[in-house]
């Protein structure tokens, strides 16, 4: 892969992130009946982020969960012979909640299809709402993020990598390279 270009620095996420976590205040009129549910692995940063910044402007603690969606995937069959588990971590009741599903990047839209079928085998929420911090297009279900940090059209040669401490040791950014 060829690096080809730096999308967003450390301050240009963390700017993404905080208005859509104004935009979650706003359209959900508060943090009442609220939680937030990261897709592993970054999308688990990104729920972090959004849950610190609503505490920060509400004075309220959002409950923050981490939803592994392994077992819900359609390409199981394709994946690896032995796929790594990650734990689900949701130490709260979902049911009648508004959840904010998170992810780094939207492209396809079958993890976030995965990741509602896993969510409703924990409970049936209100509503669930859509956070994404990059929408690269080329949708092939029809979803789309409610929440998004920076739309980038990409073609399918192009790969985008977004980058946190927790997983990269480095500063969050996001990264377009090309396929080689």
């Not at 790594?84 to 780094?104: G, M, Q, R, S, Y």
Request: a positive charge; charged letters at 30%; glycine letters at 4%.
């Amino acid at each position: 892969m060829t690096l080809k270009a730096t999308l967003m620095d450390s301050a240009a996420v963390n700017r993404a992130l905080k208005r859509i976590s104004f935009e979650v205040i706003e359209t959900n009129r508060g943090a009442k009946d609220l939680c937030i549910v990261g897709i592993r692995r970054r999308g688990v940063c990104i729920a972090k982020e959004i849950c610190r910044n609503i505490s920060i402007n509400e004075n309220i603690d959002v409950p923050v969960g981490a939803l592994d969606i392994t077992f819900y995937r359609d390409d199981l069959s394709e994946a690896k012979p032995d796929p790594t588990l990650n734990k689900t971590e949701i130490p709260f009741d979902i049911t009648d909640k508004t959840v904010i599903l998170t992810d780094d990047v939207i492209f396809t839209g079958r993890t976030v299809r995965a990741a509602i079928d896993a969510l409703f085998s924990l409970g049936r929420p209100k509503a669930i709402r859509f956070a994404a911090l990059v929408d690269r297009g080329h949708r092939e279900l029809p979803i789309k993020a409610d929440y998004v940090g920076k739309n980038v059209p990409t073609s399918m040669n192009e790969i985008i990598r977004v980058t946190f401490p927790a997983y990269d040791g480095t500063a969050p950014s996001v990264l377009l390279y090309a396929k080689e």
